[in-house]
């Protein structure tokens, strides 16, 4: 019968095909990673001078997940610096539409050591890709070349792990609150005071609600905010001070604090003044809830200031407030509104990373680009049309930088998370976690079960402390 | 019929048609809408109506690029499949040799592995072959296939002997009769079967979403699509974006309905 | 008539033609080599390792992963999404099909149209299908905003328990197409001289449907049902232009599961949830298999 033979050839052919798992790990781990000493951290070498000896153009190519404008802003800033010079060329791949997606593929490729000299990473990211052992810190090639990037400390000190600085170039971003001046105007709010904390959100909710908004608050249900709010109220999700004075071993995010943003959570959804959008990738319902103008109020990255302004204000700077035309939505923005204080946030964004599998000339040609991204004029570049913060003096002081705070609609937004990166503890810039995908997703979900399946406080935080647990016990086992 | 009833049976019909075909009227009118005054429309008719949705979609979806390499892929994996499927029939309708049950059990096993399953290994045999963002990682994975080699094997069966034996007297090798008298008299299976197949490569999704890492080089038209759902853009740019992509294949169901018809219901109805 | 021609061939003229047929095989069992066999076995044995996320650490841990995962929720949550999309849209599917079939199923002028109209959604792609069903049930841009009446006040898609169900829409709605098509020829293929005799035999429409009809064309209904219930168990595109997997993770279906664990800490666990899903699609073949057999049998 078909079915016997079909079965019969199956097993044959599975069995008679080569034996043994392909190996996903080719080579043996050929850098160790910094060993910290006597005398602080070992750091291995950058090897600077080796551009001087490559014959030819040096290509570099570089991973990337940036969307619109700040996928613009890369390819002119590769541009502009190949056409500068005549030894390094780099080649801007664009990976996906995500982080993950980027991550994901850089991962994959570890095994076979097939890694770009350059890629542009989430900062979240930060823990495992240290813990890979593929990634060359930024700071030896910056002792090698005496340079000093002039950073923020917060910024400095986020991206330092194991006593090393990391990443080549970094782009801030900020959560911020993006809202519709002419939907305050017309709830009776005053249209140039956003709220600065969670209970004055309710408050302008309800007011909004009142005046026959659907959802005032359009709310994405990502971790990243969680975070936020948690380690701005000076709380710790992992143990080992969020991970960073050591590998975290244990969850602490069944907390007061979280309990309390829960709680508060729960009840804005209960009371239909938020409208809460599954973090799923390529999620984009919150824009569009405030585009449809069925919300007044977004939390959502600064780096989508420009896009704001060219979606929702057609692209003007200056919005008639007093227009009639209903049609009209007046973006403004407020500071991350904090559990007691507004601009509690963490360091967030993305760096560029430099790996260390490629050949010494490539890295060395890797470093070339990263200083070119830290001379003002790139960094101005990536203010102005990438939207990322600033987090140099150089940088900040450039006028078109001041001007852009003046005269420019999304400069005006951007320059409130700006002000508020600089309210950041150095101390307390963020947590590092390896498995951070395994727990961002047990966040997801657990708001995800709160506000759209109604499941209690603490059962879903329960479960997500659990979960977080788990993912952080598998990866200390997974790592050895 | 008497017109009491025939009168029936068109409104029935007409009111079935409208159901079917009322998500197409309601993404065509989205598509040709003004976004900005989405919120005060009525749903059956656009408020406002702008073309430039289909524009900035072809642009920013870079669709023109995507529609050029689906239809590369697709007419590869088309001919692909066509040529080892006639070859494969061929050999199971007309020759003997050794294995030869076991070697078509083989081929129908194939049946139980699609994609789906075996797609995690697939992608690491993709990676050690470097075959990520190339036509050949899009289209060797489908350069054969079961179900064409099922049915062009039986429209070979249905060839009446005289004409193999006239054939053998006159001394035609057998590629010679494949090429001359085979494939000719089974014609209508072949042109049944490559359009099924040419449906299918041009809707694929999953493998094309799993291959492609530089969707702004490579993505197929599918693939496009989801970039422009997933970009924060006016309403009607990814749904005119939609529009575009479902152009090829419309024609073709147009151009080769009866083809269409028969290779889908060439597994159900006997005869 | 071949065999009795064959019989007289030469060994030589053996060989030669299984050489021939060597030749013409070929090519396609490379193919199936490369692509199914060989990554089938690959897929079973890694199901039996583990590794970091880094790829750097894999290590043998046994049949004991296959135990954890298929017990465990992730095999379970998949699998029971997929049975939903299938429980969605196959009887839907057989019933509107079936519907639609019978409707244009009559001398009418013009009913070519009609049938056009109705195999219409042929033509479009599950990328498509999507982005239509996108505009018409979206929470923020679609034309009904709303959700599903007595499962709470969210949006269909947003609402984790009616999320399934708004994906299922769009795969309902392109599956109309083939299973109209396939149930007209079933009805097409029943000769006319069973229908006439019926009628002369006093039976009414309704009875001749359900009690001639229907019998007649329930092989194809039989292979429609196994075309659609395949389809649903590959089922991707839908759910992640529609929703991503989620709310709540309540449309991750196991394919879905399956291509979230491409990196090589979750490859494991991925594999052996191929290899389910492997399992289920053979049961379901094989059940499709006897059932269909057994027709053939017994049956008309």
């Not at chain 1, 050591?113 to 890709?129: A, C, F, G, H, I």
């Not at chain 2, 699609?114 to 797609?119: A, H, I, K, Q, S």
């Not at chain 3, 659609?228 to 449309?251: H, N």
Request: glycine share 8%.
């Amino acid at each position: 019968m078909r079915v016997r033979g079909a079965v019969a050839a199956l097993a044959v052919v599975a069995l008679a095909a080569a034996c043994g798992v392909r190996d996903e790990s080719s080579a043996p781990d050929q850098t160790a990673p910094p060993v910290t000493g006597d005398e602080g951290p070992v750091l291995p070498d950058c090897p600077v001078g080796a551009l001087d000896d490559a014959d030819g153009v040096v290509d570099v190519e570089l991973w990337h997940g940036l969307g619109s404008e700040s996928e613009n802003n890369l390819d002119q800033l590769a541009a502009r610096f190949n056409q500068s010079q005549d030894r390094v060329r780099v080649l801007v791949r664009n990976q996906g539409v995500s982080y993950d997606e980027v991550l994901r593929k850089f991962v994959a490729a570890i095994p076979s050591r097939q890694l770009p000299p350059l890629v542009y990473l989430e900062d979240t990211s930060l823990r495992q890709l240290v813990d890979s052992g593929v990634i060359l810190p930024a700071e030896a090639c910056e002792k090698a070349d005496g340079f000093a990037s002039g950073q923020l400390p917060a910024v400095r000190n986020y991206y330092t792990a194991d006593g090393v600085y990391w990443p080549g170039y970094t782009n801030v971003s900020e959560p911020i609150l993006y809202y519709n001046q002419n939907h305050f105007r017309q709830a009776g709010l005053d249209p140039e005071s956003p709220p600065h904390t969670l209970e004055e959100l309710r408050e302008a909710a309800r007011a909004l609600k009142a005046s026959g908004i659907r959802a005032p608050l359009s709310y994405i249900l990502n971790s990243w905010f969680v975070e936020s709010w948690i380690n701005g109220a000076g709380g710790s999700v992992v143990n080992e001070d969020n991970g960073r004075t050591g590998l975290a071993t244990e969850s602490t995010f069944d907390n007061e604090l979280t309990r309390e943003l829960y709680t508060w959570i729960e009840e804005m959804a209960a009371e239909g003044l938020l409208e809460g959008h599954s973090a799923t990738a390529g999620q984009i319902n919150q824009y569009l809830a405030v585009a449809q103008q069925n919300s007044s109020m977004l939390i959502e990255t600064s780096t989508a200031a420009t896009t704001i302004k060219a979606v929702l204000a057609g692209g003007s700077d200056d919005i008639d407030l007093g227009s009639a035309d209903p049609s009209v939505i007046a973006p403004a923005a407020g500071p991350f509104p904090g559990l007691r204080e507004p601009g509690q946030v963490r360091v967030s964004g993305g760096a560029f990373f430099l790996t260390n599998t490629p050949a010494p000339e490539v890295q060395a040609a890797a470093w070339a680009f990263m200083r070119f991204m830290w001379e003002t004029e790139s960094q101005v570049a990536w203010h102005l049309v990438g939207s990322y913060l600033p987090t140099t003096q150089a940088a900040v002081g450039a006028p078109e930088v001041a001007a852009y705070w003046v005269d420019d609609l999304a400069g005006r937004m951007l320059k409130v998370s700006y002000d508020q990166l600089l309210t950041v503890d150095p101390a307390r810039p963020g947590p590092q976690i390896g498995p951070y995908r395994a727990y961002s997703e047990a966040i997801k979900n657990s708001l995800d079960r709160l506000v759209l399946r109604g499941d209690s406080v603490d059962a879903v935080v329960t479960a997500a402390d659990r979960e977080i647990q788990r993912a952080l016990d598998r990866y200390i086992e997974d790592n050895g | 019929m008497s017109r009491g009833r025939a009168l029936a049976w068109y409104l029935l019909l007409t009111t079935l048609s409208v159901l079917v075909l009322a998500p197409i009227y309601f993404l065509l009118v989205r598509a040709i809408s003004d976004p900005t005054k989405a919120f005060t429309s009525s749903v059956l008719t656009p408020q406002g109506v702008r073309f430039d949705g289909f524009s900035q979609a072809w642009e920013r979806g870079n669709l023109g690029g995507a529609l050029v390499r689906s239809l590369v892929v697709t007419v590869g994996i088309t001919t692909l499949q066509v040529t080892t499927s006639v070859l494969a029939a061929y050999a199971f309708a007309f020759l003997r040799f050794p294995f030869k049950r076991v070697l078509f059990a083989v081929f129908m096993a194939t049946l139980l592995l699609p994609l789906e399953v075996t797609l995690l290994p697939n992608l690491h045999t993709m990676r050690d072959l470097g075959w990520f963002d190339s036509y050949q990682g899009l289209i060797m994975p489908f350069a054969a296939a079961a179900f064409g080699t099922f049915l062009i094997r039986q429209g070979f069966l249905g060839i009446p002997s005289e004409i193999r034996d006239a054939a053998r007297l006159e001394g035609w090798s057998h590629l010679q009769f494949l090429v001359r008298f085979a494939v000719p008299l089974t014609r209508p299976v072949i042109a049944s079967f490559s359009v099924i197949s040419f449906m299918g490569a041009f809707n694929q999704y999953l493998w094309p979403r799993a291959i492609i890492t530089d969707a702004e080089s490579w993505a197929t038209v599918q693939i496009a699509l989801r970039g422009l759902t997933s970009r924060i853009e006016q309403s009607n740019v990814p749904v005119a974006g939609a529009v575009i992509a479902a152009v090829p294949i419309v024609i073709v169901l147009i151009l080769f309905q009866r083809q269409i018809v028969r290779g889908l219901t060439a597994g159900a109805v006997k005869g | 008539m071949i065999a009795r021609q064959e019989a007289t061939v030469s060994d030589s003229g053996r060989l030669r033609e299984a050489l021939t047929a060597l030749a013409f095989i070929a090519p396609s069992l490379v193919v199936f080599w490369a692509f199914s066999f060989y990554p089938f076995q690959q897929l079973i044995l890694r199901g039996l390792y583990r590794n970091n996320a880094s790829g750097t650490n894999l290590r043998w841990v046994g049949w004991e992963q296959y135990g954890d995962v298929l017990a465990g929720n992730e095999f379970r949550d998949g699998l029971w999404h997929s049975m939903q999309f299938v429980l969605f849209t196959v009887p839907a599917g057989l019933v509107l099909g079936t519907v639609l079939a019978v409707a244009a199923n009559r001398r009418l002028r013009g009913i070519k149209v009609f049938q056009t109209i109705f195999s219409s959604t042929i033509a479009t792609s599950t990328a498509v299908a999507s982005v239509v069903f996108l505009v018409l049930i979206n929470q923020q841009i679609g034309v009904y905003q709303g959700g599903v009446p007595g499962f709470g006040s969210q949006a269909i898609l947003e609402n984790p328990s009616t999320a399934m169900f708004g994906v299922s829409l769009s795969a309902i709605w392109q599956n109309l197409g083939l299973s109209f098509v396939i149930v007209l020829a079933g009805l097409q293929a029943i000769p006319q001289e069973v229908e006439e005799a019926a009628t002369l035999d006093g039976y009414g429409p309704v009875r001749r449907f359900f009690r001639i009809t229907l019998p007649m064309i329930s092989p194809v209904l039989l292979f429609l049902v196994v075309v659609l219930v395949i389809f649903a168990l590959q089922a991707f595109a839908p759910i992640e232009l529609l929703t991503s997997g989620g709310p709540a993770r309540s449309t991750e279906t196991l394919v879905y599961k399956i291509f979230e664990r491409q990196t090589p800490d979750l490859l494991g666990e991925g594999a052996v949830l191929s290899v389910g899903l492997f399992g289920v699609t053979f049961l379901v073949t094989l059940g499709q298999f006897l059932l269909l057999e057994r027709r053939v049998h017994y049956g008309s």
